[in-house]
């Protein structure tokens, strides 16, 4: 007996293919783990125009912001361009100190005024996102966002990408209210302007479309991976309208791939794995003891006048520590200066932060691995040539931001994005990423995003209705 072939339609993914039957062996392409059915988030048509408004929306926020930064540095040290660390050096050591002073009371007012009065509304997206539906205000991430900045222009030891990345996520937000998108919907729009937001400033598509599913969501199927690389293109060629199309540490060299680098990244992951366990933790306890209150309206520029004072000996510690990364990069510095730097980086970073300013910590973390890789590598050349010292600073910068992320993949690409270089480094960089990674998430398990999420009974406070 013969059975007939079923000619109806079995093919009953969500949203439907156009073409109804199946291939001739009869097998479902939802048999492919990552392109199964949208789910909640379904990717309507609705939702893709959502996509395109958040994508142009966050490019233009993320150009404001860095046009801010830049005036918040000019006006303080009279930057223009090349290294920031230069303008620092150039001005007095009084002037160092004062403008740290003024940072400090500008961001003190602001956020103790900001966190009063309006203590009801979110602008923490990674606990929007993650633990709920992807609400945020646009008017207190606005504010904390301009104070995030100005502040960072002015000295602060903070990241730059945490204002343009809540500025995507409440973009997203806004936008999904316009177009009356279920919550599922608006937590994944959320996410993507929260990835499109770190990719626009820093001119890394790729890496965050990959920052948006593996940190923001924790997803790479398809219905996600989509709209993310969607945001991040369309914020990053919007922001090209003011920030820079190249690569952010531009003149990077081709460094060729070593059996010395290979071993080196071996036991650098090792060792990076423990110090970013370490680091985590620090900058955890730092975000929940951080001052509160009245209290910030004295600890905060206390805590940045002291910045000020260390700045007369290092000025490469004011702002986000880009400058120190890419002289890393480039295999600049001596033993003793990449060794204080890294040394303090993280310290003076998590003093910022438990003064009770707002900013992000991916380019301190970053810069962390690079001056580790560059001081050990240093030091390992001695034992085993063959590699130049910005090799060594690659790699390390690439294991760090990995780990302390717990996002390996996201770590390799915004590397590699941000460098345009580092490809024939590929190997021992994911070896390092992989094994410090790994034992992070042995040992602890927290990240850099995940450590500094509030206490749940300071949201329940916060909430108007005690939820």
């Given at each position: 007996m013969v059975r007939k072939r079923n000619t109806k339609s079995e093919r009953l993914r969500d949203p439907p293919p156009i073409i109804r039957r199946r291939i001739p062996s009869g097998r479902g392409a939802m048999e492919q783990p990552n392109v199964t059915h949208d789910g909640e988030a379904r990717l309507t048509p609705k939702f893709w125009l959502a996509v395109a408004l958040v994508g142009i929306a966050t490019g233009l926020f993320g150009d404001l912001l860095m046009w801010l930064l830049a005036e918040a540095e000019h006006v303080g040290f009279h930057y223009h361009a090349g290294y920031f660390e230069n303008a620092v050096a150039a001005v007095s050591s009084s002037r160092r100190i004062a403008v740290l002073l003024i940072g400090g009371v500008i961001g003190a007012v602001s956020w103790y005024l900001?966190?009063?009065?309006?203590?009801?509304?979110?602008?923490?997206?990674?606990?929007?996102?993650?633990?709920?539906?992807?609400?945020?205000?646009?008017?207190?991430?606005?504010?904390?966002?301009?104070?995030?900045?100005?502040?960072?222009?002015?000295?602060?030891?903070?990241?730059?990408?945490?204002?343009?990345?809540?500025?995507?996520g409440a973009s997203g937000s806004v936008v999904s209210h316009w177009f009356n998108l279920s919550p599922a919907q608006k937590r994944l729009l959320v996410a993507c302007g929260g990835g499109a937001g770190l990719a626009c400033v820093y001119n890394v598509p790729l890496g965050g479309a990959i920052f948006t599913a593996e940190v923001l969501y924790g997803s790479f199927a398809l219905p996600v991976v989509m709209p993310a690389l969607a945001t991040s293109l369309i914020a990053t060629m919007v922001a090209w309208l003011y920030l820079p199309s190249g690569a952010t540490y531009a003149d990077i060299p081709s460094y060729r791939f070593s059996g010395s680098l290979m071993v080196w990244s071996l036991l650098a992951g090792v060792v990076i794995g423990l110090l970013a366990v370490f680091y985590v933790r620090l900058i955890g306890w730092a975000s929940h003891y951080r001052a509160k209150g009245t209290h910030i309206l004295w600890i905060m520029p206390v805590a940045f006048a002291i910045l000020g004072v260390i700045g007369i000996w290092y000025p490469q510690l004011f702002g986000n520590g880009k400058d120190m990364a890419h002289q890393a990069f480039l295999g600049i510095g001596g033993v003793g200066l990449l060794f204080a730097l890294f040394a303090l980086k993280p310290i003076v970073t998590a003093m910022m932060l438990g003064s009770g300013a707002a900013g992000g910590v991916f380019t301190p973390f970053l810069a962390t691995g690079a001056l580790f890789g560059a001081f050990f590598g240093a030091l390992w050349i001695h034992l085993w040539p063959g590699a130049?010292?910005?090799?060594?600073?690659?790699?390390?910068?690439?294991?760090?931001?990995?780990?302390?992320?717990?996002?390996?993949?996201?770590?390799?690409?915004?590397?590699?994005?941000?460098?345009?270089?580092?490809?024939?480094?590929?190997?021992?960089m994911m070896a390092a990423t992989a094994i410090a990674t790994l034992l992070v998430r042995q040992i602890d398990g927290y990240s850099i995003y995940s450590a500094r999420l509030p206490r749940r009974d300071d949201l329940a406070r916060a909430s108007p209705e005690g939820t």
């Open positions: 900001i966190r009063r009065y309006l203590k009801h509304e979110s602008s923490d997206i990674d606990d929007a996102v993650w633990n709920g539906d992807g609400e945020l205000s646009l008017r207190r991430s606005f504010l904390t966002s301009i104070v995030s900045e100005v502040v960072i222009g002015l000295g602060a030891s903070i990241g730059r990408e945490a204002a343009p990345k809540l500025m995507g130049p010292v910005g090799a060594f600073a690659l790699v390390g910068a690439a294991a760090m931001i990995g780990a302390s992320m717990q996002a390996p993949l996201a770590g390799l690409v915004l590397v590699l994005e941000l460098t345009h270089s580092g490809f024939s480094l590929a190997i021992p």
